[in-house]
């Protein structure tokens, strides 16, 4: 069965740092997310992206947050200068249209310090 | 958005039926209720949907009110790998990109299993 990927599983990086985390989704399809989990917290949306562009971001996505589709297969979440407060899992997700099912991925952990 | 309302916490006896419900009677006739669970801190994982009528599939089943208004979700037989926490959600269409919608989710139920 297809599934989205999540690489690297867990990310440590220094304050300030920029950091890049990658996603395969499924791969018909074609509407992409990205949430977050700060431990002990709730899942929240960050931003949603089809047809090559960003179609809501949430107010967490400011500046420091971009994403792209640089390939046919890659998805990926970067933060330019990463902050404390930055550390959470975050998934990825990924349908193949309007009416269809969102499936995650196993999340990679970003631990900032 | 449609808001859901879940118990914070259950306990079910391993190979037991645990019912899971969810209260959503702010819920439009075109929104969805979807159901995940969260194993640890794995990725939210698809279980089942419905609009109006019930649902089962491999995993569970899904028991919509004629009013629509609430929702119970069964695993049939639960076993120790069912301990997680569930989330029901009403998804949400967006008016701007109509089908590019976020899920929201809540804080869930924390389902245990009970040897």
């Known amino acids: 069965e297809p599934e989205v990927t999540q690489t690297p599983s867990h990310q440590v990086t220094q304050m300030g740092q920029e950091v890049i985390l990658r996603c395969v989704p499924i791969s018909n399809h074609l509407y992409f997310y990205w949430y977050r989990q700060i431990l002990g917290q709730k899942v929240e949306f960050l931003v949603s992206f089809y047809n090559n562009e960003i179609s809501e971001k949430s107010e967490i996505f400011d500046d420091q947050f971009s994403v792209e589709r640089p390939d046919g297969s890659n998805f990926t979440l970067k933060i330019r200068s990463t902050k404390l407060e930055d550390s959470a899992m975050y998934f990825c997700a990924s349908k193949r249209g309007y009416t269809d099912t969102q499936y995650f991925g196993p999340g990679t952990r970003l631990t900032v310090l | 958005d449609a808001k859901t309302t879940q118990p914070p916490s259950m306990d079910c006896a391993e190979g037991r039926a645990a019912n899971l419900p969810c209260n959503h009677s702010?819920?439009?006739?075109?929104?969805?209720v979807y159901w995940y669970r969260q194993i640890h801190s794995q990725g939210p994982q698809y279980i089942i949907h419905g609009l109006k009528n019930n649902e089962t599939n491999e995993m569970a089943s899904l028991i919509i009110t004629e009013d629509r208004k609430s929702s119970t979700l069964i695993l049939p037989h639960a076993t120790l790998r069912d301990t997680a926490v569930y989330y029901c959600?009403?998804?949400?269409?967006?008016?701007?990109?109509?089908?590019?919608?976020?899920?929201?989710f809540g804080t869930g139920t924390r389902l245990t299993i009970i040897p």
């Open positions: 702010t819920i439009s006739g075109n929104e969805y």
């Open positions: 959600i009403v998804r949400v269409a967006l008016v701007s990109n109509f089908g590019n919608e976020k899920l929201t």
